[in-house]
């Protein structure tokens, strides 16, 4: 019984994503490019690392709760396994959003996101070590032109080793980076057997909790900020907490790993070029060439035919 409303949630789960034009990639890639404003709606915040990632999360929680309800009343409650994959990846989410945020005050920007996005590597990794999953070749190809495209887009040969402390700024990125691709595999496990929505539910109240535990445990927690910050958060809310990770929890089932976290590369391209609309930021030329090497590496590795 229950393996019969595994299949049907994981049918719709295909047909709702296959009705987007291009499919689950091009959810996944509207999901990768809508989370790319959330960087710059924090930064207009000026909120504290505890503050912004409680409140991007806990302000799409209701929202959330009523898009799972129709879920609930078709499928019943998910797996105890889904809800723990659930809590862990909300966990591990935590740790990166505040793990990041300090490792760019104690290494600077442009490494601490160049350490996050070796996600790209460590996401297949994880796929094939626990599921088995196979690592085509020509991924494992343009590999590195990815890789150094993410190190020209984080601006690193320009930063250096800036920051107050690059030494704990380093562990913190490594571990920020840790955090993001065990979440962004145990989100992608989590919708294998349907219930995706419910599942992204606990992944964001998880996130929710941990995050204002940690933020209190470093200081960083502010329950009552100003109208303009909550307002650009309640933003950075809806663009990633709602649309962004939501689409991305829904699509990354239905795509090979690699295609997934090559795909969330366009996130910081497009937090990149944001920050210089928006924010007044100025772009190296080796930066802007970093974007175009992983567009050129992105589509090469996506639209790239199954290997026989």
């Known amino acids: 019984m229950a393996r019969t409303g595994t299949d049907t949630r994981t049918a719709q789960d295909q047909s709702l994503t296959t009705r987007l034009p291009g499919g689950p990639r091009a959810g996944q890639t509207v999901g990768a490019v809508v989370l790319s404003l959330s960087p710059v709606c924090i930064e207009l915040s000026g909120a ?105 887009t984080g601006g690193l040969f320009e930063q250096g080793a800036s920051g107050s402390d690059p030494t704990a700024g380093t562990v913190h990125a490594v571990l920020a980076a840790l955090s993001y691709s065990g979440f962004l595999f145990l989100l992608r496990r989590g919708g294998f057997e349907g219930h995706v929505v419910t599942t992204y539910t606990v992944v964001v109240v998880s996130a929710t909790v941990f995050s204002a535990l ?40 239905h795509l090979p790993s690699h295609v997934g976290a090559v795909l969330l590369l366009l996130t910081p391209v497009g937090a990149l070029i944001l920050g210089a609309a928006v924010l007044g930021e100025r772009p190296t030329l080796a930066q802007w060439g970093g974007c175009a090497l992983i567009l050129v590496s992105a589509y090469a590795t996506v639209t790239s035919r199954r290997e026989t």
């Open 48 to 152: 504290a690392a505890g503050t912004a990632s409680v409140y991007r999360c806990l302000l799409c929680v209701p929202v959330l709760v009523l898009l799972s309800l129709p879920e609930h009343r078709r499928e019943g409650p998910p797996p105890r396994r889904q809800l723990l994959y659930g809590v862990a990846g909300g966990a591990l989410f935590a740790g990166d959003m505040l793990l990041w945020s300090k490792a760019i005050t104690e290494v600077g920007a442009g490494l601490s996101t160049v350490l996050v996005n070796v996600q790209v590597v460590l996401v297949p990794l994880l796929a094939w070590a626990v599921d088995r999953e196979h690592v085509p070749r020509r991924f494992l190809l343009w590999l590195p032109p990815l890789c150094a495209g993410v190190v020209l």
């Open 214 to 253: 940690g933020g209190w445990a470093w200081g960083a927690l502010d329950l009552t900020p100003p109208a303009a910050a909550l307002g650009w958060l309640a933003v950075a809310a809806v663009s990633s907490g709602m649309i962004g990770w939501l689409l991305v929890a829904l699509n990354s089932p």
